[in-house]
């Protein structure tokens, strides 16, 4: 079991990538949660298969399944809850196309937004997201990101442009910058 969920993690932490699954991605790339249930079993089944079950080595694995439940259930549980992508700034879908939509996520957790753009192309298991970039507000190069043709995306910052083209299938290719 412990390895089952070291290999969700797995899954989920490969989706992260450009071009990975969304729904893989929300579902499974939860650190904390997995590796932390993958090392709360290994710990469980170490105490389990002890050979030797003296009064004292019960009372001592039934201590230790009692922190794990009552200590480490509750801060899973919080983690996987609070935990997130950060908070949506901006949604841009793409009137020909509404499979496709630009997200701007603040994901600075801070006072000093830190923005992530990308990408979202497809629609339910097969949604697909395309990093454009991360950018911070001060002394960054960010100011917003539009649509700017049928298949191009602008992202304008203070000192320069980048022009992403998007192939049909969703993907992006590589960007075009540009002094302003």
């Known amino acids: 079991m412990a390895l089952v969920a070291i290999l969700a993690y797995l899954a989920g932490l490969h989706a992260s990538r450009s071009g990975g699954l969304v729904v893989v991605e929300r579902w499974l790339n939860h650190p904390v949660l997995l590796v932390g249930v993958a090392a709360a079993l290994i710990v469980v089944s170490l105490l389990i298969e002890r050979e030797s079950r003296t009064a004292w080595s019960q009372i001592g694995c039934v201590g230790a399944l009692a922190v794990l439940v009552f200590g480490g259930l509750p801060i899973a549980v919080l983690s996987y809850v609070f935990s997130g992508d950060g908070r949506w700034v901006e949604r841009k879908v793409r009137p020909e196309h ?25 629609t339910g298991w097969s949604a697909r997201h395309w990093d454009l970039g991360t950018w911070e507000t001060e002394g960054g190069d960010f100011t917003r990101v539009d649509w700017s043709g049928p298949n191009q995306i602008t992202v304008t910052g203070e000192r320069e442009l980048r022009v992403f083209e998007v192939h049909p299938d969703g993907s992006l290719g590589a960007p075009r910058v540009t002094a302003r």
């Not at 499979?99 to 979202?120: K, Q």
């Open 98 to 122: 509404p499979d496709r939509v630009l997200t701007v996520t603040d994901v600075a957790f801070s006072i000093d937004p830190i923005y992530h753009v990308e990408l979202l192309s497809g």
